[in-house]
Nanobody
Framework: QAQLVESGGGLVQAGGSLRLSCTASGRTFNENVMGWFRQAPGKERTFVAAITWGGSFTYYTDSVKGRFTISRDTAKSTLYLEMNSLKPEDTAIYYC???????????????????????WGQGTQVTVSS
């Protein structure tokens, strides 16, 4: 059974950095769209970043552009989210997600949709103190 497992969350001061990792088991997602979402307390799960199956294109929500970087290492079947200049409003549970259909390309708006993604990790907590 395919699983995604996130790691790398924690407590950090404002202005600090964290790198989240997401490792797949049970199958690989090296040829699949993958993304990161986050959910703050009392709020809906929202899009953070996505990367195309070939890794050529990346997409970010406006609030993290210039601060976060999504990347993937196919040799390790691992997805990353490098987070710099963290702010208290970045505090949330961060989820890794994968499209179950390999080698698919979509119009940009689709990468932002939760419904595109079939597989989800259990989440990792990121807390940014002021």
């Amino acid at each position: 059974q395919a699983q995604l497992v996130e790691s790398g969350g924690g407590l950090v001061q404002a202005g600090g950095s964290l790198r989240l990792s997401c490792t797949a088991s049970g199958r690989t997602f090296n040829e699949n769209v993958m993304g990161w979402f986050r959910q703050a307390p009392g709020k809906e799960r929202t899009f953070v970043a996505a990367i195309t199956w070939g890794g050529s294109f990346t997409y970010y929500t406006d609030s993290v552009k210039g601060r976060f970087t999504i990347s993937r290492d196919t040799a390790k079947s691992t997805l990353y989210l490098e987070m710099n200049s963290l702010k208290p409003e970045d505090t949330a549970i961060y989820y890794c997600a994968a499209d179950g259909r390999p080698r698919r390309t979509y119009t940009e708006s689709n990468y932002y949709r939760r419904g595109l993604y079939d597989y989800w990790g259990q989440g990792t907590q990121v807390t940014v103190s002021s």
